[in-house]
């Protein structure tokens, strides 16, 4: 995983839909690196999904996060919503 990278984030959004946004890159860093309660994930996600409401704008997100940092948003969301009631503590990156 690349130690320093910058979240994708578009200068066109609100303050605070930067900082939900921002909320998700750190849940999914979360999921990979120490794990996250698989409900607070999927919290963080439906705020995300309330700033970020195509699917085709999440996908281009999540493909550059994944670019930067490793970690891919796709994967940790279904492995969430597989055990909602787990901890969710992905491997590798």
């Known amino acids: 995983m690349e130690e320093n990278y910058s979240y994708p984030l578009d200068i066109d959004w609100k303050p605070e839909e930067m900082v939900i946004v921002m909320d998700m890159w750190q849940a999914v860093e979360a999921a990979y690196e120490q794990g996250i309660p698989a409900s607070d994930f999927l919290e963080t996600h439906r705020q995300f ?45």
Do not use: C, N, T
């Open 49 to 93: 999904k309330q700033v970020i409401k195509s699917i085709g704008e999440e996908r281009q997100l999540g493909r550059e996060f994944e670019g930067v940092s490793g970690y891919s948003l796709y994967h940790a969301l279904q492995s969430a919503k597989k055990a909602p009631d787990k901890l969710l503590k992905m491997k590798g990156a």
